[in-house]
């Protein structure tokens, strides 16, 4: 076990070499060292990264390893990939590197090789998705499916819609996919109004099968389609598939067993996607690419797991936020692609970096001192620029971001992506050196509105440059964060595999529930704002 943070030597040293950096600006950095922008880059599995334009020397980056080093990073990744139970809390392996790992490599799971395993069901999934492609999956009438609607929620959903909008351009064209999560029952409503049910699916994604809003959205599924069929039952097969680990609640349910594609207790939510959770992306864009998209991912499993740290892409990303997070007090990290195909990454990866990190006890219970988890957001670029980067270029809180750019558009027209990249490297440009008075000044602008064109700069980025996004890349992308945030919770010595936040929420709406719709007036017991409102609610609806 490390020592707790604040009692690792390279801690100490950092706090006091932070002392000799808050007040240095990136145009010095840049102006004492022209070899820092060669200097400062890494890649890896078609990754660059150029992290020349952060708030560090050399030395801050040795010590940041060092600090990496003293968390015992390199011990927490051997053991991850070793099976060992690291997520200790709920008892469990961390195993979602074995999703993607190739036929023949060995990753075991409680002395249990579980690779073949994980083929044979990605080898279901292919029948299966191939069925839907061809047409030779029929419904209740005999009409194939056109419709695929994934219902599931949190991990069982924000991969899948996160995968397909990321991959659209390589998808089946003649399909049509929806993503069912909220218990709102507009989102149901609208995502089935114009489809028939003859030509649906639905899968039903639940690792417990348990989940409220996933099993009310699938029930109310199971009406639509019933409704349909004039209630007959046996229509339930042709329509529904279910992606779990229960299978008897799958049963239970009233879907076959055989149309189940299962999964593992050492797969947590959020690490789901290449897991059969990803059905609904691989009936999109076909087995092969779903492959594609899992050696993306395994390329950076294997960085991460043998790359020195000084040019391993998510120890540095990791580190670098840690840095920000602890010792400049930054409380956000924006993400920022210029893709619109990535229109959904940025949340995605609030669910992974935010349930994974954002915990107040270390792994041994104790209270932690210091800051973790920061907020993760962002929007696609160019459009964040029109709204929310005013706070990021002339505000009052440090907001550290990572560009995402791409080398080719999978939509060439005309000069849009030459203007798209050109925003990349011009805002992040801009973030970092800003503009000084004088230079306003010279810009021949009224005395009176220097201070407000003043911009300050200094405020750090990453800018990470991909070939093209395919799915090998989107897969490369998404590992690259989980091990940043891996890396990130081994040095807070943070659980960042349970997620007893959620669980909470889970159990207390169940009891809400019951109270609202009570035929009898119902005794509550909870605070009185809580009493009321739901008093409120059932006088309405009286
Ligand atoms: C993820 C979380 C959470 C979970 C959902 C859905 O890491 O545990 O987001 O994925 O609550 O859970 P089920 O898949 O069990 O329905």
Redesign the pocket.
């Known amino acids: 076990m490390p020592r707790p943070l604040r009692q690792r030597g390279a801690w100490s040293r950092l706090a006091e070499h932070y002392q000799h950096i808050r007040g240095r600006h990136l145009r010095e950095l840049f102006a004492d060292d022209p070899d820092r922008s060669a200097r400062f880059t890494a890649q890896a599995a078609g990754i660059f990264l150029d992290y020349s334009k952060n708030r560090v020397t050399d030395e801050t980056v040795q010590l940041l390893i060092e600090l990496a080093g003293e968390s015992g990073l390199r011990e927490r990744i051997d053991a991850m990939f070793a099976g060992e139970k690291i997520n200790s809390t709920e008892g469990r392996a961390v195993l979602h590197v074995a999703l993607r790992a190739p036929r023949g490599e060995r990753i075991s799971a409680d002395g249990i090789d579980v690779v073949p395993a994980v083929h044979e069901v990605l080898g279901r999934m292919a029948e299966f998705a191939d069925r839907i492609r061809s047409g030779k999956w029929k419904g209740h009438t005999g009409q194939s499916i056109r419709n695929v609607v994934n219902i ?5 959903d924000l991969g899948p819609v996160m995968a397909y909008e990321a991959l659209r351009a390589y998808t089946d064209r003649n399909l049509v996919f929806r993503f069912v999560s909220n218990i709102d029952g507009t989102d149901f409503a609208e995502a089935t109004r114009d489809l028939d049910p003859a030509e649906t699916l639905f899968i039903v ?4 099968f348990t ?1 409220l809003e ?1 099993m009310t959205n699938a029930s109310t599924a199971r009406d639509w389609v019933l409704e349909s069929f004039g209630g007959d039952k046996s229509a339930i097969a042709k329509h529904f598939v279910a992606v779990s680990t229960n299978a008897e609640a799958v049963e239970e349910f009233g879907i076959d067993v055989m149309n189940m594609f299962g999964f593992w207790d050492w797969v ?3 690490y789901s996607m290449d897991s059969a959770i990803g059905l609904s992306t691989m009936i999109a864009i076909g087995p092969e690419h779903f492959r594609e998209m899992l050696d993306g991912f395994h390329a950076v499993d294997e960085h991460f797991r043998t790359a020195p740290f000084e040019q391993n892409l998510p120890v540095l990303l990791g580190l670098l936020t840690v840095w920000y997070t602890d010792f400049f007090g930054a409380q956000t990290q924006a993400v920022l692609p210029y893709d619109q195909y990535l229109k959904r990454f940025p949340a995605y990866l609030q ?1 992974l970096t935010m ?1 994974s990190n954002g915990k107040h006890v270390t792994i041994t219970g104790e209270q932690v001192d210091y800051a973790t988890g920061p907020v993760y957001w962002g929007e696609p670029g160019t459009n964040g620029q029109h709204s929310f980067y005013q706070l990021i270029h002339q505000g009052t809180v440090l907001i550290p971001a990572d560009f995402i750019g791409f080398l080719h558009s999978l939509n060439p027209i005309g000069p849009h992506h030459d203007l798209l990249t050109a925003n990349v490297f011009a805002q992040s440009e801009a973030l970092a050196f800003g503009k000084t008075a004088e230079e306003v000044r010279a810009e021949g602008t009224a005395d009176e509105l220097v201070a407000h064109r003043v911009f300050e700069g200094n405020r750090p980025s990453n800018t990470l440059l991909i070939d093209r996004l395919t799915p090998f890349a989107l897969g490369t992308l998404v590992a690259l964060y989980e091990h940043s945030v891996f890396t990130q919770g081994t040095i807070w010595s943070v659980n960042s595999f349970d ?1 007893w936040g ?1 669980e909470l929420g889970k159990v207390l709406a169940k009891t809400v529930a019951g109270e609202l719709s009570s035929e009898v007036e119902p005794e509550l017991r909870h605070d009185s704002s809580t009493n009321a409102l739901i008093r409120r609610y059932r006088a309405a609806r009286r």
């Open positions: 599931g929620i949190g991990g069982s994604s639940s690792k417990t989940t996933t947590g939510g959020r669910q349930e997620q959620v």
